[in-house]
């Protein structure tokens, strides 16, 4: 997969690829599982299956106001491009956060402050991609 049809699909979510605050994985997440790959605090509220391909997961931490998303393949394999992105659903595109890049297991987490708002989140597997607008609002 090239990037242009990468950026391409990640478009027609309505999720630009813009420059965002990304994080550091505190855990690593396990084939197609979320495995706590956002750390302590979080806790799954969401997950969108990308094709056969694999998940991508939404959490929430009560504590912080922040939510989390990691887009988890089945199978590890061969690297290919996968992408997570996260934004508040009244935010411009351009303030998405994303993490992209050919991996062989997961991409992200990516991590946004969202206390008040409903959230826009996608993930993207090498063709297959998958997302929910508008979810987990408060």
């Not at 197609?32 to 991508?56: L, M, P, W």
Request: hydrophobic share 40%; aromatic share 6%.
């Amino acid at each position: 997969m090239n990037v242009l049809r990468a950026v391409g699909a990640v478009a027609a979510l309505g999720l630009a690829l813009a420059s965002g605050a990304l994080a550091a994985s505190p855990a690593h997440a396990a084939a197609g599982e979320y495995n706590g790959a956002c750390g302590i605090g979080y806790e799954v509220v969401d997950q969108v299956a990308i094709g056969n391909s694999g998940t991508t997961f939404l959490a929430h931490n009560n504590h912080t106001g922040h939510h989390c998303a990691v887009t988890v393949r089945a199978t590890p394999g061969e690297p290919v491009e996968t992408v997570v992105g996260l934004k508040r659903t009244p935010d411009d595109p351009r303030h998405a956060v994303y993490h992209s890049g050919h991996h062989a297991a997961y991409a992200g987490p990516v991590y946004l402050h969202t206390a008040g708002t409903c959230v826009d989140w996608f993930g993207y597997i090498g063709g297959d991609n998958g997302h929910r607008n508008g979810t987990d609002c408060g």
